[in-house]
């Protein structure tokens, strides 16, 4: 049963019953009573109820108005052919009551909501799409190149097979990024009980084959326990080591402790405050940060600590390099 007919039928029986009441009263207790005094209660029972029932009617629809006005203007949007950019309620005619006032205000906010989303989204694809272009048209040129270079030598030929192989690895970590940020927004974390001394050792024989190109130090300090998704937790970290390899000048050092975990680089710092810099994609556009190195490998590592409850931050003072800890619960 509808809303409106139910509150009709609740305020119409309010203002009957009362009545009815009354008049049994009086019937009960009339001594004459006769054929004509009966007929005429009876009758002036069914005005009541239809005064009643009129009362009840009118009531509700002034009542239901401003609901009934607010259900048309989220029809009006499921119906119209404008984008979500566009979209907002209709003014009403005159001021609703204070709550459907909040109501109004409520969907308006989802609207805004939902067009942060579409705009997240755009810049999303744009930069997937100017990020994934620029090491695969590389690669593709430097495959051509060996295609059909004939007498170029081994040595060139292992530098370009190595170009080649970052540019790819460039390419697959911005992926895996986006699988990850994905994996945050659509499931709930699976949590275990992690040594963190043992994570910090697998990563250090994971990259110190990269650190030892590069000239740097990579080094472990300290121990500790957590409770993180393993998967999510290696990835965030992974992001932090990268970065901290790329702009490093001497050495790099992955701590950790109980709940957390460091990575610590004697590199210029970052370009700009972590708030800005883990906005996805947002790095591209800052001065002396190569597009897709940055923006959403901090965003995952944001993301991951906040979904175990945590943060992440910059505990480095200005000019000592970049110190980031994955704070969790």
Known sequence: MPLKRQLAWVIGLL???PNLVIVLTFWASF???????SLFLLVWLSVLALTAAGVGYFLANTLMHPIDELTRSLHYLRGTGRTLAELSLPSPKQPPPAEIAQLREGFEEVLDHLRELLEAREATYAALTHDLKTPLLASLRALEYLEEADKIGPEKRKELLRNLREELSRSYLLVENLLTASRLEARRIQPENLNLRSVLEDFRLRYAQQAQKRGLRLEI?????ARAERLLLERALANLVENALRHAQ?????RAGDGWLEVEDDGPGLPDNLENLTQP??????RGVRAGSAGLGLYVARRVAEVHGGRLENLALPGQGTRLRIRLA
């Open 15 to 17: 203002a009957f019953i």
């Open 31 to 37: 001594q004459g009573r006769s054929l004509e005094t």
């Open 221 to 225: 300090e300290g121990a500790g326990q």
């Open 250 to 254: 001497s050495r790099v050092v992955l």
């Open 281 to 286: 994609f947002r790095s591209q556009r800052l």
